[in-house]
């Protein structure tokens, strides 16, 4: 939405939080594709839930999504007999075109003119520069309007491309800190975890496998699930843990998680600490096991908790984070020009997590539907590696990945978005050993996470 829209709609929203009819809107909304099924449930779930805390939050949502979303609104309108509204819209958007004027950013704000001591109202530009002080005696003052007063690259709702955000944040500092607050703060940005606690965080620790499953003793998965439980307490989470569970138990327990009431809460979160195997899959790969020796796809796992199986979810970030192999590969992984300090052979404490895996039979119809499936929202699994390869863990200090998780949880949380926070650990795990490996993620969440520390 362009700066003139984005200023109607702020000059008219009393009217419209005071007038607006959501309920009559929301299948408006939808079939012209103004919002997702999942936006328009966080809208819904606003404040209160009361009509005019859904009218303040559409109409602050309204202002992200694109240049045509004013007039699309407009139609909406329309289409639900809303025309009182509709026509005041209309005739003060044709206003603001032909006064332009009428609708400058903050066009309230007095000129200013920059002097060397700072900045000065213009009705005092008359002043005279110290000589006293060179640096600033050849400067000319520069008269400021609202434009340069507040830039584009500024304004909380537009995130420019073109500025970027640090890559290295070395000393995790005050500074680093504030810029994640300014982030949060903006909930077109990045999801809002005011709640506390922040949700639940469900953890399976499959340690001890049956006899006839033909998979042995995970020894130290218990370190991993520790640190993980003092991790996302930490992080504000209620920590359940399950240890052990069959393939069927697995997904009973994450059934009755899905059918929990999570509307008090802001975020979800689901560990899986277990054997794995590759799996056919449409949307998201590989599987873990049961101690029975039976697999459940990442692909059901996630599944459970769609919209259609956790209302109450819907919009909100759900994680999961699935430490098993992917495969049998062994990467090696190749020569570089300067090899890390950190690499280093492999001890007799680290085995991987891996199972032979059996791909069932695929239709081409099967293949060809991948293209049509919708995208989930709101998810992002986390992969301790990548699909097909071992990973690996050492029996004393836990498996790579989420001694390395922890880690950088730990000293970045503050200051980092999951992404980047991510993004360290797969770097850091890259690093290790002779035989290689690489965390990676699904990522398809809308905004950026942080979290709550």
């Known amino acids: ?54 009218a303040r939050q559409l109409v602050t949502d309204l202002e992200t999504r694109g240049r045509q979303a004013l007039l699309l609104f407009i139609c909406c309108l329309e289409d639900t007999g809303q025309d009182t509204l509709a026509s005041f819209l209309r005739s003060s958007l044709q206003a603001g075109k032909q006064d332009p004027e009428a609708v400058k950013p903050l066009d309230r704000l007095v000129p200013v003119v ?20 060179p640096a600033l005696g050849n400067l000319t003052p520069v008269v400021l309007g609202p434009e340069e007063l507040w830039p584009v690259q500024l304004r909380p709702e537009v995130l420019r491309p073109e500025t970027p ?17 300014k982030i949060k703060g903006h909930a077109e940005l990045a999801y809002i975890l005011d709640a506390d606690p922040c949700g639940y965080c469900l953890i399976i620790n499959n340690v001890n496998f049956c006899p006839s499953s033909g998979l042995s003793t995970r020894t130290g ?48 979160v689901v560990v899986i600490l277990s054997h794995g195997c590759q799996a056919s899959h449409l949307q998201f790969p590989g599987a873990v096991y049961g101690t029975d020796g039976c697999s459940v796809s990442i692909e059901k796992i996630v599944s459970i908790f769609n919209g259609t199986g956790c209302p109450s979810l819907g919009g909100k970030p759900k994680l999961f984070f699935i430490q098993a192999c992917g495969g049998e590969q062994k990467d090696h992984g190749f020569e570089v020009a300067c090899a890390s300090s950190q690499g280093g052979a492999l001890d007799s404490d680290s085995e991987p997590d891996a199972v032979p895996y059996q791909e069932g039979p695929r239709t081409f119809d099967q293949l ?12 992002l699994v986390s992969y301790s590696t990548f699909p097909g390869f071992v990973s690996w863990r050492d029996k004393k200090s836990g498996s790579w990945y989420i001694e390395t998780l922890d880690g950088v949880l730990k000293q970045w949380a503050r200051s980092e978005d999951l992404q980047s926070l991510l993004l360290r650990v797969a770097n850091a795990v890259s690093e290790k050993g002779i035989y290689k490996q690489i965390p990676g993620c699904f990522n398809f969440l809308r905004k950026k996470l942080f979290f709550k520390t």
């Open 1 to 54: 939405m362009d700066e003139a829209d984005r200023q109607l709609l702020r000059r008219c929203r009393v009217r419209l939080v005071s007038e607006l009819q959501v309920a009559e809107l929301w299948d408006a909304l939808l079939s012209r594709e103004l919002f997702t099924r999942d936006m328009i449930e966080d809208i819904q779930r606003a404040g209160s839930g009361s009509r005019r805390d859904q």
């Open 114 to 133: 920059l002097g060397p001591m700072g900045i000065i109202p213009k009705e005092q530009k008359a002043v005279k520069l110290d000589p006293s002080q």
């Open 165 to 181: 955000r640090p890559v290295d944040i070395s000393s995790g500092g005050t500074h680093d800190v504030c810029v994640a607050e």
């Open 221 to 268: 998965s218990n370190v991993d699930c520790e640190k993980l439980q003092v991790r996302f307490r930490w992080l504000h989470f209620m920590v359940e843990v399950k240890t052990d569970l069959t393939a069927k138990k697995m997904v009973g327990a994450l059934v009755e998680m899905a059918g929990r009431d999570h509307r008090a809460l802001d975020c979800f």
């Open 368 to 379: 060809d539907a991948v293209s049509s499936l919708p995208t989930p929202s709101d998810i």
